[in-house]
């Protein structure tokens, strides 16, 4: 077992590795897709189903609330199916309600169809996370786990571009089915994206997490001192079974507390701005378009600001890139509540998104599969 995660961490970045990592990124584009829309189809829900703001909020939360329970329940499942299994099942399950959710013929109805969505969209998260830091080599690993966020964000961005030109022609229910469209992609993705080699030896089927190394590393098993990769590892990193509460024990209780307050309070910002920011520009007298124009903008900025941090995590570390984006996001978000006009407005929003609420969102997840 030493051996395998050794060659896959010393190996070279192949093309395998390339369509795997394209597979897997290209259902987390629209799992971003489908999260971040919401901006996008909330005017016209509200003037749809006659919203009130709390009504609105619930709506908006729903998914989040989804994504939450999602995140915890389907990926401990994925203990016991396997990572590659649970992975489609979030992506499938996802898909499907997002098709359903353009059928909704209530606000009732749409909200629980958006709590059931988020529980696909919810597990996909984390599970496309341990498949690239389990599958990348080791040189590769910051860049391209951080990196991947990059799409996600992106998402955000062409969904507010997209809905410039659906929206006027087949309503908020058109950005709904669009989000659907993975689900026609699932059978031909399954037999690129192979079970998790963790995951396997942790079942006792070395044999078939040997097939899968060899066919994806370059470094050769038997070129690989056994012995000394085997001392690098903890005794219970094989562990067949693991319980929830092992990350509040020991050393990981300060390394979660520290992580969710970091994750709660980012994703409160990113997440409040990325819902509810279209309908803010609206209320400021900006046309429909105008206000999808400059969300997407400001969008983009993250997205940009993602992959520019992903090359400062393997250069300057972890902590310091985090916690250095995190203070510059701070003052600018400050700042940006205080701005008059449109270009201030826009600049300012986009530095915020460029760091703090957005940004250093990938070298948050990174940072959080690493630490475990």
Known sequence: AARLFASMDQSKFSGRHLALYATVIFFHFFDGFDVLMIGTVLPGVVATFKLTSVEAGMLVSSVFFGMMIGAIFITML????????????????????????????????????????????????????????????FRKRGLLAASSVFFWLTAGGVASLTAILIVPLFTWRGMFGIGAVPAILLVVAWRYVPESIRYLVSRNKCDEAEAIVRRFSTVDLDTIDPGIVARQIPKNALAATTRFTDIFRGGYLRYTLTIWGVNFGSGMVFFGLSAWLPSIFIRMGYTMVHSFAFSGL??????????????????????????????????AILAWGNAASIYTIMGLGALTAFTGAGGV????????????
Do not use: M, Q
């Open 298 to 331: 400001i969008a983009t900025a993250g997205a940009v600001g993602c992959l520019c941090h992903a090359f400062l995590l393997d250069i300057f570390g972890r902590r310091l890139t985090i916690g250095i984006s995190f203070l510059v996001g701070g003052f």
């Open 78 to 137: 994925a203990d016991r199916i396997g990572r590659k299994k649970a992975l489609f099942l979030a992506i499938g399950w996802y898909a499907i309600f997002s098709l359903v959710a353009a059928t909704a013929t209530s606000y009732h109805e749409l909200l629980v169809i958006r709590l059931l969505e988020g529980l696909g969209l919810g597990a996909e998260v984390p599970l496309v996370f341990t498949y690239v830091v389990e599958f990348v080599p």
């Open 361 to 372: 969102t990938g070298c948050i997840h990174t940072y959080n599969v690493e630490l475990y």
